[in-house]
């Protein structure tokens, strides 16, 4: 079974530009969480969709954030523009809610640094 | 506000000497405890999911038990190869994650 698929893994950009981050969740899985981590805040959550609905995004930094999910197999990041201090590690994460809550599978995260 | 937090920040442990790892929560309604470990430049592994005070859950050298207030992860006579962050999370409610800045375990030989 293929797990959480993010993509790019690594992207370098420079400060104002725009950045695209991509994620395919586990098929069947029903929630979805963008998170970032950085060595002093540890994992932050950024937002979470349930059923390709965004339930939370009180996490998101300002308005440069935005989180998209159109389908249940395809959700994205966007930052723009970007500025060095977005420069982490961002993980997205499914999971499948049913009467108990699911754990969460975790991609293999997206590094990016804004120069 | 919910909020979890994990002690020690760095523990280093000679193999086989046995240590506990803790994580202290305050959660507005607890639906799940996680226990995660982390490699460096990988993404968090789940290990644990803990539902109810009095729960424990083991896995090879590793165990995982909740109370009301916290959770212990209990590693006993550790090898090199358990080296890693582990991190805990609780879900909520409101459904959402919260996760702890992590335990950084080295096992030296």
């Known amino acids: 079974d293929a797990g959480v698929i993010q993509s790019p893994r690594h992207e370098v950009t420079e400060m104002g530009q725009e950045v695209t981050l991509r994620c395919k969740p586990i098929s069947g899985h029903n929630s979805l969480f963008w998170y970032r981590q950085t060595m002093m805040r540890g994992l932050e959550l950024l937002i979470y969709?349930?059923?390709?609905?965004?339930?939370?995004d009180s996490g998101m930094p300002e308005d440069r954030f935005s989180a998209k999910m159109p389908n249940a197999s395809f959700s994205t990041l966007k930052i723009q523009p970007s500025e060095p201090r977005d420069s982490a590690v961002y993980f997205c994460?499914?999971?499948?809610?049913?009467?108990?809550?699911?754990?969460?599978?975790f991609g293999e995260g997206s590094r990016l640094t804004v120069l | 506000e919910d909020q979890v937090t994990q002690s020690p920040e760095a523990l280093r442990l000679q193999e086989g000497e046995s240590s506990s790892l803790n994580c202290s929560y305050t959660v507005s309604g607890l639906r799940g405890l996680f226990w995660y470990r982390q490699d460096p430049g990988k993404g968090p592994e789940f290990l644990f999911t803990l539902y109810s005070a009095g729960e424990e859950k083991e896995k090879e050298r590793l165990k995982a038990t909740l109370t009301k207030k916290e959770s212990f992860l209990h590693i006993t006579a550790p090898k090199p190869e358990d080296s890693a962050t582990y991190l805990c999370a609780v879900r909520s409610t409101g459904n959402q994650f919260y996760f702890g800045t992590g335990t950084s375990l080295t096992v030296i030989p």
């Open positions: 994460a499914s999971s499948l809610d049913r009467g108990e809550v699911g754990e969460l599978f």
């Open positions: 969709f349930n059923n390709n609905v965004p339930i939370d």
